[in-house]
């Protein structure tokens, strides 16, 4: 299938061939140009923007940011889709977790994570997923400080965030691009007016979120509820 090119290698597949085939890594040096098929097309000049910025602020009211989710509760958020195959559900989780490598490099970004609260409740598969995934976070947070994640409560009627999940990429010496998400596919922007009015939405949410000590606290305490279920 991956030869004839019906399916897209995974990165362990890639790996296991690397180490059977004794390339010394040559195909995992090719692997993320081919892991980009697995994306959407509109998604792919995203791709790139994320990888090239100084700074990820991202405002999630739904479900966790992707590049901090995990193998299984990404797998149960894309496998939920209608009409996407078990295979091709397998192939957006390897494009997923392949982007989270951007995250452990000699220069990561900063990646400023506001979500909602309703994401830390909302059931992605099963409570262990839950657990996982909620613990990942508090895991990536102590152990990556260029990782910050703040959870604006539920009790905080907040309005700037209501029409949906946004990110602003910022790089060095170039001007700020956001991707805003939607149904059907997201928008890439780096259009001045469209770029003011996202960031000036980021900052109002930020003001209304708990600091990330608060944060912390809360997500553990959501990830305790859910061990007991």
């Known amino acids: 299938m991956v030869e004839t090119a019906k399916r897209n290698p995974s990165r362990d597949f890639t790996e296991r061939c690397d180490r059977i085939l004794n390339t010394g890594g040559a ?18 000049p995203w791709v790139e923007i994320e990888r090239e910025a100084a700074t990820l602020k991202n405002w999630q ?9 995990t193998p299984d509760y990404a797998r149960a958020l894309l496998s939920g889709r209608r009409g996407v195959s078990g295979e091709r559900a397998e192939e957006l989780v390897d494009g997923r977790i392949q982007r989270q ?4 490099g000699l220069r990561p970004p900063l990646l400023w994570a506001v979500i909602d609260e309703s994401v830390l409740h909302r059931r992605i ?6 657990c996982e995934q ?6 990536a947070m102590e152990d990556n400080r260029y990782i910050s994640v703040q959870i604006v409560p539920g009790d905080v009627t907040v309005t700037a965030g209501l029409s949906g999940a946004f990110v602003i990429a910022s790089a060095e010496g170039a001007a700020d691009t956001v991707y805003v998400d939607c ?5 890439v922007t780096d259009h001045p007016r469209d770029v003011a009015e996202i960031c000036t939405r980021f900052e109002e ?19 305790t509820t859910w061990k007991q279920i």
């Open 27 to 44: 195909l995992m040096r090719v692997w993320p140009l081919l892991s980009q098929a697995a994306y959407p097309s509109w998604f792919r």
């Open 61 to 69: 009211p739904l479900v966790f940011p992707g590049l901090l989710q």
């Open 101 to 104: 490598s951007l995250l452990k």
């Open 125 to 130: 598969g099963g409570p262990e997923i839950m």
């Open 134 to 139: 909620i613990a990942a976070i508090l895991a």
């Open 183 to 187: 149904a059907a596919e997201g928008h």
């Open 205 to 223: 949410l930020r003001t209304e979120a708990l600091p990330p000590r608060a944060s912390i606290d809360l997500m553990t305490k959501v990830m």
